[in-house]
């Protein structure tokens, strides 16, 4: 295997980790949902903790071994699929940081304040991760599109 083939295969790997963990957590989520709102609260708090772990951890690999395999391989960064996948990952990465990270800790310490259930207050919060995360999930989805078509070349 070639350094390249390397950074192409930890690159599709750290992809698949956070797209489909995305995809993944929807479904979790809805089945959460359907549940009640005890199994909403502990699913919310789970995503936190998952998301400071996991799809921080994959979505830095993805841009390490994207920017590398760019430079070691046969492309520009002014080719737009590169661009795109650039661009969505800063917003996802600016979301993450600015507001996964910071919503879904004061989350669960309101959940846990609450007694593990869910409030007016937090079912609000939650309201708007899920949103947020549909919207995320929706560009990641487009980048993905945009890293097997690659439009502009």
Known sequence: MSYYELLVTLHVLAAITWVGSDIFGQFLGLQAQRRGPEFTAAFAVDMGRWGNVALVASSLILIITGVLGVIEGPWEF????????????????????AFFGPTL???ATYIDEDGGRMTERTEAMWARVVLISRIQLVLLIAVVVAMVTKPGL
């Not at 737009?80 to 979301?95: C, K, R």
């Open 78 to 97: 002014s080719q737009a699929w590169v661009s795109i996948g650039m661009t969505v990952w800063v917003i996802g990465f600016v979301l993450g940081v």
């Open 105 to 107: 800790g004061r989350l």
